[in-house]
């Protein structure tokens, strides 16, 4: 229903303009339906021991078919295009990302937690004492439970983005402004050194700061360390 719908509305867009130069449609679903369905389709899936078999015939092909619906609806885009710009139109089909199988995750947290950078509070602090009951206990969130006195350097995202707690800077920062180069570097150093269990190799393939990366008017948002 959804690719439906962005279907309808690109053609009812390019049924209102007669005189574009560049036209853009962005579908979704192949995005949405592969975080929730890969490992449906992907028979060596770790995740598959949690569903019913009957679960896994069911749904093994939803994302062939939606792949399917998609260059189905792409070909007639492109028809449509060309039969109002002429065969000179160019469609270009671009992805702002691929998908894999995951086996595991190295949740940054709970290392900066177990290695003396972040320090967790027992409860979470809430107003309604609900919110602990919505997170899952095998993830360490860092919303209202960081102790933030105790904690040197935090992680934000799941991609490596890591802030040093730093005074002046953070709202509760604990790190003075002297120090943080050395934190800097001891973070380095202790990543550099992060094997697998189970495979002996290194977890993380690169590290660079924050100098190293980003630079312009905002580069104060920009991680420390990624």
């Known amino acids: 229903q959804t690719v439906e719908s962005r279907m309808d509305m690109t053609t009812y867009c390019l049924e209102q303009s007669d005189d574009l130069d560049v036209f853009f449609v962005v579908f979704t679903c192949p995005d949405r339906l592969s975080h929730y369905f890969f490992h ?8 598959r021991v949690n569903e019913e078999p009957e679960d896994l015939e069911e749904y093994a092909d939803v994302l062939p078919e939606l792949y399917e619906d998609l260059d189905g609806l792409l070909g007639t885009l492109i028809d449509s295009f060309e ?6 139109a160019l469609t ?11 086996d595991r ?14 320090s967790f509070k027992d409860e979470y ?26 904690t040197t350097a935090y992680a934000m995202g799941k991609r490596g983005a ?9 709202p509760a ?18 990543l550099s050194e992060v094997f697998d269990p189970e495979t002996d190799t290194n977890v993380v393939e690169d590290i660079h700061t924050r100098d190293e990366l980003f630079h312009g008017p905002h580069v104060e948002k920009a991680p420390d360390v990624m």
């Not at 039969?83 to 000179?88: A, K, L």
């Open 162 to 170: 890591i802030y040093v707690n730093l005074a002046g800077r953070e």
């Open 40 to 47: 449906y389709y992907d028979e060596e899936h770790p995740f």
């Open 173 to 190: 920062g604990s790190v003075p402004p002297e120090e943080y180069d050395d934190v800097i570097e001891s973070l380095s150093e202790d």
């Open 105 to 118: 995750i190295f949740h940054v947290n709970k290392w900066l937690d177990q290695n003396g950078y972040l």
């Open 92 to 102: 270009c089909l671009v992805s702002d990302h691929g998908m894999r199988s995951l």
């Open 125 to 150: 602090d809430t107003e309604d004492g609900e919110i602990s009951e919505k997170l899952d206990d095998r993830v360490q969130y860092i919303f209202g439970k960081v102790n933030w006195e105790e």
């Open 83 to 88: 039969s109002q710009y002429g065969d000179d």
